[in-house]
C-alpha cells in the first residue's frame, strides 16, 4: 500500500466491510506501544443542506408510492 502526496492511503474494501466504514463515516486513529489503530467513531458527522431533516421522516407511503410521486405519474 503506498501514501499518495497528500498523505492519503486506500482503506481495502474487505477492511472497510469488517469496520464498517462507509462514505462519510468519522474515524481516528488510536497509537498503543507504537502500534497504530483505525477506529470508527459511533455517531457520524452529518453533512450537507438536509442533515437538520435527518430521522424524521413519517411517510406512510410504499416505495412505488413515492416514485410515481417524483416522477411525475
Known amino acids: 500500500m503506498r501514501i499518495t502526496t497528500e498523505g492519503q492511503i486506500t482503506i481495502p474494501q474487505n ?3 469488517t469496520l464498517g466504514i462507509f462514505p462519510e ?6 497509537e498503543d506501544n507504537g502500534k497504530f489503530y483505525i477506529i470508527r467513531l459511533k455517531q457520524p458527522k452529518i453533512t450537507g443542506n438536509f442533515r437538520k431533516f435527518r430521522g424524521i421522516a413519517t411517510v406512510n407511503m410504499t416505495t412505488d408510492e413515492i416514485m410515481n ?3 411525475g405519474m
Do not use: A
Not at 25 to 30: A, G, I, L, P, S
Open 15 to 17: 477492511v472497510r466491510k
Open 25 to 30: 463515516t468519522e474515524v481516528d486513529f488510536k
Open 69 to 71: 410521486l417524483t416522477r
